[in-house]
Each structure stands twice: as structure tokens, then as C-alpha cells.
């Protein structure tokens, strides 16, 4: 019994680490706040990249995105440089991936 109850400590114990090592590597989310200082829309009109500058730290800040909503506000200019932007973003290395991104003043 005591072996059984050994074992299955064990295995939960594996379980549980190889758990916290996934979350981990996973990607960072981040917020910010900032204003466009470029937009430029792929060829193929599927992806966009934006250069923002952080609002808190004046640093730029370059996030590709992917969403049809968004690149659709790209193409017909309700979004363009100058807007101020609020934005969550992973950071997953040297690549930003936005997961939104909208006007502060709403659109």
C-alpha cells in the first residue's frame, strides 16, 4: 500500500512541476498606452505591423497584428499615425503579437 501511495505521490509531483515549467514559456501579455509612429500593412494584406511609442517610457515599441478587425481600420483609415492606442500584446522573444488593440478614445 505504502509503494502504491509512493508512486502516485511521485507521479503528481511530476505532474505539478512539468505543469509550472509549461507556464513558464508560455509568452508575456503586456498593456500599454501609446501613439502610432508607423503602420505598415503586409502585401498580402493579412498582417500589419505598428511602431507605437510607449507613453510611459517614450520607448518604441513594434507589435504585429493579425486580426481582420483591426487591419480592416488600417485599410480604411479610422485608425492611423498620430492615434493614441491602448493594447495587450505577447511578447514572445523578439516578437510582439497584439491580441487588441483599439483607439483610447473609442471606435
Given at each position: 500500500?505504502?509503494k502504491?501511495?509512493?508512486i502516485?505521490?511521485?507521479?503528481?509531483l511530476?505532474?505539478?512541476?512539468?505543469?509550472?515549467?509549461?507556464?513558464?514559456?508560455?509568452?508575456e501579455?503586456?498593456?500599454m498606452?501609446?501613439?502610432?509612429?508607423?503602420?505598415?500593412?503586409?502585401?498580402?494584406?493579412?498582417?500589419?505591423?505598428?511602431?507605437?511609442?510607449?507613453?510611459?517610457?517614450?520607448?518604441?515599441?513594434?507589435?504585429?497584428?493579425?486580426?481582420?478587425?483591426?487591419?480592416?481600420?488600417?485599410?480604411?483609415?479610422?485608425?492611423?499615425e498620430?492615434?493614441?492606442?491602448?493594447?495587450?500584446?505577447?511578447?514572445?522573444?523578439?516578437?510582439?503579437t497584439s491580441?487588441?488593440?483599439?483607439?483610447?478614445?473609442?471606435?
Open positions: 500500500m505504502n502504491i501511495f509512493s502516485i505521490m511521485v507521479m503528481a511530476v505532474l505539478f512541476s512539468s505543469l509550472a515549467v509549461v507556464g513558464t514559456a508560455s509568452a501579455e503586456i498593456k498606452i501609446g501613439t502610432i509612429t508607423k503602420i505598415e500593412l503586409a502585401a498580402d494584406g493579412k498582417s500589419a505591423t505598428a511602431v507605437l511609442k510607449d507613453s510611459k517610457t517614450e520607448a518604441a515599441v513594434t507589435i504585429t497584428i493579425t486580426d481582420d478587425l483591426t487591419l480592416d481600420k488600417f485599410k480604411d483609415k479610422r485608425i492611423v498620430g492615434d493614441e492606442i491602448r493594447t495587450k500584446y505577447d511578447k514572445s522573444g523578439d516578437v510582439n491580441k487588441m488593440f483599439k483607439k483610447t478614445a473609442g471606435c
